[in-house]
């Protein structure tokens, strides 16, 4: 809750950086997710729990910045169609993205499974 609570602060319409803060926490939640990825196997607790948080902290703080995102790239419509609509994409996807990381971590390891979600949490990068 806190990451929301910053990155709405950051995006009011008086600081005009929209764009660029949901771009930054979009780099930072990939940028946490290739570094829990590779320090899970150090085999140091405390690490895997402090960037954990850490990711939590720009992954939860994106939701806000992707609704009110999306809110604007799809004006004339309702808030509530855009909002509707990205809530059953991320069910849909979340449930994707679950059944195949298991699959990965079963054939191959956590590492493998990491690396999946990292490569689509860079795809979403370019694309923002």
Known sequence: MLGEFVTM?????????RRQTTLVVYILS???????????????????????????????GYLPLGFEFAVELTFPESEGISSGLLNCSA??????????????????????????????????TIMT
């Open 30 to 60: 990939l940028v946490g997710m290739l570094v829990y990825t590779f320090i899970l196997n150090l085999g140091h607790l405390w690490a895997v729990f402090v960037t954990a948080g850490v990711l939590g902290f720009f992954m939860t």
């Open 91 to 124: 069910q849909i996807f979340g449930i994707v993205f679950t059944i195949g990381q298991g699959k990965l971590i079963d054939k191959w390891g956590t590492l493998a499974g990491n690396v999946f979600l990292c490569s689509f949490l860079l795809m979403g």
């Open 9 to 17: 602060l950051q995006q009011q319409p008086s600081t005009g950086l």
